[in-house]
């Protein structure tokens, strides 16, 4: 019988399907293992097979987890919200409801040609209202809760009502307004209104008022990571800064129990760096400057406030709200043509660019707290207004941005900082910093700091302070496709709907463009907004990560229409054990993840704070792009090998229509209209293309659709050539080339089992020691690079089996058996079919994993190089535990031996047990 792999598939893909083999229970007597995948995006393009890398890792690792005794919960869903779904619908004039759809149904079939165990009963879908209705009711959750500094812990805002009832906010400083406070007596002299906007202040959801990166062109707020250059990541459109009301997750309360959490969790160094270096924690002094001739003062946060000796110069951000108050009538036409200009620069590329030094003067003057000094204040883009408090004091001699911007604009440097300059560096002496301050001199450094931070607190202007740089999460998108906010507005404040209301649905309309002055498209919908008089809506939506940041949880419960998940599921689930994804989900998603996680685990919703014990960031899979070459103002091409001969244009060509490096030229010209008039000039015959490794995109047209594998070479070689690549964390080049012998493989291992001729050929003659130490050192190896999702060498083992049984004629099913076994996670539709054909009537995929056993792969014998006088003349074969009077004797009597002794006497004989044996003449 032939390996007819397609058959073969669809066979048991349908089988596994109606039998419901994935389907997994919440109550269940084994051990538990939670195996996730990055839920996907369903975009219009489809999968390539870059996409599939992470879920075929985690899907061999869940197969073997399921064979060695576990319960696994393996599933899949869709991150079907956003921004990308509401453009493409846009730019194809269709619904997002329709192109999801759409979607989803293409995802599913790649994805099931794949044969994933999924366990596809529990998929969820972010757009679903039975699924949004969770997530809103979350956003609920953090609505109504503050984060209790001393608890360390978000608590129902009732408490927080009921602390300013009896002692108004004193011990419970306000994050939205450190400057606010009241006694029990003053909070219950305010109406509802002023209550209602400081408790705002408190909330882990709340909404204020802030400077966002609004793209007219899309309608809609960019994240800062969504705009380069001033234009959006998505369609290349202008992006302006606009001060906008925005809903915000209030996750710098949760900034050192994420940073704490690192420390429990299985994430890379790289990983866990990435994070720490976004949450940014620092520990210094805030200080209070006085102004010149005004009666406000700027307040900085500082890291060494023992420089403050130093300070030559101010810099507030340009979005600061004292720049329109300190800024004199002679600055104001220059600060205002710098501000125009900073509204075109994202926050990535303010903090990226260090080598463009911009900025302005604002005409003010800071007064040195301690020896009077008068500072000028400037305005530059590299001070940020979230950061801190948006205003530093520079010292030029403690920061080389700082020094840089002080030779650039000509700001002196003073005599206490410039007698410590050598020729151009900023490298200043200790004493330097410190020789005017009397309380300072022969301090080192972090007492220097602390009698300095004592000093301002003892004078009032300052205090000691732990600052993060980062800053809460925006929450609020001014787009049609994402969560509507369950907040209803009564003269303008803001209130919760009641719970039994969810889902608030997400109303159906034809025309989703924006709404005046930026509001969101739903502002357009007058009938849904007006919910009575005096009543509104919200017309902002979710974020994508919304639905993202808690989904893992809902694969637990999905069906309950109760709650977001039972709590007894939640228990025993618990933690994701293994999430596999990519880099660049390390800050956003990853830490939103973790902060709602936190969250719900603070109000007693599950039993745990962190979601993720061990994270796997697996590598891209890069294009191997082809190009071809066309001689600039015609329709003639050159091949690769001649091009230098002429002046052409580089033009990727795709990749499915070229067969290795030689262009199929009449599937070119079919390819496209512009191209049904080419010409070529070719060598040898053939039109051969360049190559070049890059991402691989639909725009460089070297995405490959893994249907198109699995239906030429099955889905089992896809599986385990996407595997053979090389390691599942590393980013590697794809060519398909290579999938060949990988198929090759797996018919070689068909005929271990079969005969085209005679059908099955497996015995049950009992194995040879020789066949034995194949199969044990195979269970030993693949059992361990599983653990380890060291696929690639697994893959590389399983060759190396296969060829060595070849090589020892073996068919017996004891060793072919146990083989079947370890490749099922690798190849589970051969190895069901072939297990079926060895007779047995249940799956392969609950069989019992193949125990090592270490007694058959011990070495028994071993082959010795014999030398004569150190030169190798012969091999021979004996047992290690042989005696060496024995070894010596047979030695001897070896003809090759005799031979090279040429009839003298031997003087010794050097026996090296398992290495060597030189015969001494």
């Known amino acids: ?344 620069r994202s926050e990535r590329e303010r903090m990226a660019d260090v080598k463009q030094i911009t900025g302005c003067f604002t005409g003010a003057y800071a007064i040195n707290p301690f020896n009077g000094r008068e500072i000028p204040v400037w305005t530059a883009e590299y001070v940020l207004a979230g950061y801190g408090t948006g205003a530093i004091m520079a010292v030029p001699c403690g920061d080389q941005r700082d020094y840089g911007f002080a030779r650039h604009f000509n700001i002196p440097i003073t005599n206490i900082i410039g007698d410590a300059f050598n020729g151009n560096e900023a490298n200043p002496t200790k004493d330097a910093i410190l020789q005017n301050s009397d309380f300072l001199n022969g301090m080192v450094m972090r007492p220097a700091m602390d009698v300095v931070i004592n000093k301002l607190e003892e004078m009032r202007i300052g205090k000691r302070q732990i600052n993060y740089k980062m800053r809460d999460a925006g929450f609020s998108r001014q787009r049609y496709w994402g969560e509507p906010f369950p907040i209803i507005y009564k003269d303008g404040i803001p209130y919760a709907m009641d719970e039994k209301d969810l889902p608030l649905e997400l109303p159906y309309v034809e025309n989703y463009k924006p709404g005046e002055e930026g509001e969101g498209p739903l502002a357009n919908i007058t009938d849904w907004v007006n919910v009575a008089p005096g009543i509104k809506r919200e017309t902002n939506t979710m974020p994508g990560y919304a639905g993202s940041s808690w989904y893992f949880l809902r694969y637990m419960d999905p069906h309950n229409n109760n709650t977001f998940a039972d709590r007894k599921a939640t228990d025993y689930w618990n933690q994701v054990d293994v999430y596999v994804g990519g880099t660049e989900h390390a800050v956003g998603h990853l830490l939103y993840s973790r902060m709602w996680t936190k969250v719900l685990f603070d109000l007693g919703h599950i039993g745990f704070d962190e979601p993720f014990k061990s994270l796997i960031n697996q590598g891209m899979i890069g294009g191997s792009s082809r190009l071809v070459y066309r001689i600039r103002g015609t329709h003639q091409f050159v091949s690769a090998g001649l091009k230098d001969q002429y002046e052409t244009d580089e033009l990727h060509v795709d990749v499915n229509i070229v067969d290795g490096v030689e262009l199929d030229t009449e599937a070119f010209r079919k390819w496209k209209p512009d191209f049904s008039e080419a010409t070529f000039i070719l060598e040898d015959g053939k039109y051969i293309c360049g190559v070049q490794l890059e991402k691989m995109s639909k725009r460089l047209f070297n995405t490959v659709n893994p249907n198109d594998l699995v239906e030429k070479f099955g889905a089992d070689t896809f599986r385990m050539y996407e595997m053979f690549l090389g390691p599942v964390e590393q980013s590697k080049p794809w060519d398909t080339k290579g999938i060949e012998g990988v198929h090759r493989f797996l018919k070689k291992l068909w005929r271990l089992f079969s005969d085209e001729q005679k059908g099955l050929i497996v015995t049950n003659d009992t194995p040879t020691p020789a066949e034995q130490k194949v199969l044990h050192k195979t269970i030993h190896k693949i059992d361990g690079d599983t653990t380890t999702f060291s696929f690639n060498t697994a893959v590389s083992q399983f060759m190396i089996c296969v060829n060595e049984l070849y090589t020892l004629k073996c068919h017996k099913r004891a060793v072919l058996e146990p083989l079947l076994i370890l490749l099922t996670p690798y190849a589970p539709h051969l190895s069901e079919e072939l297990w079926h054909q060895l007779g047995n009537t249940s799956s392969i995929l609950d069989a019992p994993y193949p125990v090592y056993d270490e007694q058959f792969t011990k070495e028994s014998a071993f082959n010795y190089p014999i030398a004569i006088n150190g030169k190798t003349r012969a091999e021979m074969g004996f047992a290690l535990d042989a005696d060496n009077s024995a070894i010596e004797q047979e030695v001897l009597s070896s003809e090759i031996v005799q031979k090279w002794l040429e009839g003298k006497a031997p003087k010794k004989v050097i026996i090296v047990k398992g290495r060597m044996i030189n015969v001494v003449v």
Not at 291 to 310: C, M, Q, S, W
């Open 1 to 344: 019988m032939e390996y007819n792999f397609r058959a073969i598939e669809k066979k048991w893909q349908q089988q596994w399907q109606e039998s419901h083999a994935y389907k997994v229970s919440n109550d269940s007597p084994k051990p538990k293992c939670y195996v996730l995948d990055m839920f996907p995006y369903p975009s219009g393009a489809g999968l390539h097979v870059g996409h599939p890398l992470g879920y075929i890792a985690t899907d061999i690792y869940a197969r073997y987890k399921r064979l060695k005794g576990f319960n696994v919960l393996h599933t899949m869903g869709y991150d079907a919200f956003g921004l990308p779904t509401e453009q493409y619908s846009l730019e194809t004039g269709q619904h997002p409801i329709v192109t999801t759809e759409q979607n989803i149904k293409a995802f599913r079939e790649q994805l099931d040609n794949i044969g994933f165990c999924y366990d596809w009963d529990r998929q969820v879908n972010t757009s679903d209202p039975s699924y949004y209705k969770w997530t809103q009711w979350i956003f609920l959750q953090l609505f109504e809760s503050w984060y209790n500094r001393s608890s360390q812990q978000a608590e129902p805002v009732s408490t927080l009502t009921a602390i300013f009832e009896k002692e108004g906010n004193t011990r419970h400083i306000c994050p939205g307004d450190r400057q606010l406070q009241f006694s029990a007596e003053e909070w219950k002299g305010f109406d509802e209104a002023v209550q209602r906007n400081i408790i705002m202040q408190y909330r882990l959801g709340y909404l204020d008022y802030a400077e966002v990166n609004w793209c007219p062109a899309l309608g809609t707020v960019l994240a800062n990571d969504e705009v380069v250059n001033g234009v959006s990541e998505r369609g290349g459109y202008p992006v302006i800064k606009k001060k906008m009301r925005q809903w915000f997750l209030r996750i710098t309360e949760y900034a050192n129990r994420l940073l704490e959490g690192l420390e429990k969790v299985s994430f890379s160094d790289a990983m866990k760096e990435m994070q720490r270096n976004w949450i940014g924690k620092s520990q210094g002094a805030e200080i209070k400057f006085a102004l010149k001739n005004a009666a406000a003062h700027i307040e900085v946060y500082t890291t060494r406030p023992d420089t403050i000796f130093g300070v030559d110069f101010m810099v507030i951000a340009p979005e600061h709200e004292l720049i329109q108050q300190i800024t004199t009538p002679e600055q104001q036409s220059e600060i205002e043509k710098y501000l125009d200009y900073v509204q075109s």
